[in-house]
């Protein structure tokens, strides 16, 4: 029944050491996004994939990449990760980015920084 | 760019009790929408309510657009209501501006 999955639900990276964080969806839906969470704080967008369409927000520091091979894949690549990168990561997805299109999103994957 | 502000920031109840949840915002929306996140992080899309009110089971939402407030009201809460519930409004790129978000704390 899980509609948008992530993996890992937890992952731990040493200081510098690359990172991948995976999301998929079952829901068809054209836009996928990015959030990080720090604790106590709102989600933060990092970017969003509407189709193939790469769109990232101004502040998203460049050590933040990210893939969508296809319709149902998006990953997270932290290319060198700092103790400030240390959060939850929330993927979501939405039919479109129109009004009333609701978001979904996953369970999140907990990044610990060593 | 749109400010979202939602209140009271922290909220303990016991098991049973109601409670009003309040976000205001700085200028006209065309989506607004409340989010439960539970304690184990996931996030949960409640009501996507733009205008007027909507109800779901024991919750239920009010956004009246011309004030620039909207309110969710919990009742007879359960412990499984416990999380933090986020108001966020949509802005002029169609992102979500995302309040703080109130943290509720339901009591057996």
């Known amino acids: 029944d899980a509609m948008v999955i992530q993996n890992p639900r937890y992952q731990v990276t040493q200081f510098g050491k690359p990172v991948t964080l995976s999301c998929s969806q079952t829901l068809n839906h054209n836009v996928m996004y990015w959030y990080q969470q720090k604790s106590s704080q709102a989600p933060k967008l990092l970017f969003h994939y509407y189709d193939k369409d790469f769109n990232n927000e101004a502040d998203t520091p460049d050590n933040f990449q990210s893939r969508r091979p296809n319709t149902s894949f998006c990953f997270l690549d932290i290319r060198s990760p700092g103790l400030g990168d240390a959060a939850m990561y929330l993927c979501a997805t939405s039919r479109g980015v129109g009004l009333g299109d609701t978001q979904y999103f996953g369970p999140g994957t907990r990044l610990t920084v060593l | 760019g749109i400010q979202v502000e939602q209140s009271p920031p922290d909220l303990i109840l016991q098991e049973g009790a109601n409670s009003t949840l309040r976000c205001n915002f700085s200028?006209?929306?065309?989506?607004l929408q409340w989010f439960h996140q539970n304690p184990w992080g996931q996030l949960i899309n409640l009501f996507y309510i733009p205008s007027g009110t909507k109800q779901n089971g024991r919750l239920s939402a009010t956004t009246v657009a011309t004030e620039r407030y909207s309110l969710l009201y919990i009742s007879s809460s359960q412990t499984t209501d416990s999380g933090v519930y986020f108001c966020?409004?949509?802005?002029?790129?169609?992102?979500?501006?995302w309040g703080a978000g109130t943290k509720l704390i339901i009591k057996p």
């Open positions: 200028d006209s929306v065309n989506n």
């Open positions: 966020a409004v949509e802005g002029g790129n169609y992102q979500l501006i």
